[in-house]
């Protein structure tokens, strides 16, 4: 069974960081493209970033741009997001999703994180 399983989210004040980790296993992890999505209450679903399998591409919503980094250690079988200078907007729950490759529609998603940007 696949299964993604997030980490890291929390209560942090606006302009601090947090690093997201998702670890996923059932699936061989190095031949798929990672991606972090997020939603907010009453909203979609929305691109947050993504990662090629080997960690040679990233590519990110405009929103988060220059302030969260994706990346993977695909010895750990772990995707993780850095969010630096985080706003109240970005307050969602963060979601971990692999798929075959960039742009894939398809794919597994895990349960979620909650991060809350809030004074």
């Known amino acids: 069974q696949v299964q993604l399983v997030e980490s890291g989210g929390g209560l942090v004040q606006p302009g601090g960081s947090l690093r997201l980790s998702c670890v996923v296993s059932g699936i061989t992890f190095n031949r798929y493209a990672m991606s972090w999505y997020r939603q907010a209450p009453g909203k979609e679903r929305e691109f947050v970033a993504v990662?090629?399998?080997?960690?040679?591409?990233?590519n990110y919503a405009d929103s988060v741009k220059a302030r969260f980094t994706i990346s993977r250690d695909n010895a750990k079988n772990t995707v993780y997001l850095q969010m630096n200078s985080l706003k109240p907007d970005d307050t969602a729950v963060y979601y971990c999703?692999?798929?075959?490759?960039?742009?894939?529609?398809?794919?597994?998603w895990g349960q979620g994180t909650q991060v809350t940007v809030s004074s």
């Open positions: 990662i090629s399998s080997a960690g040679g591409y990233a």
């Open positions: 999703k692999a798929a075959s490759h960039v742009g894939a529609i398809d794919g597994y």
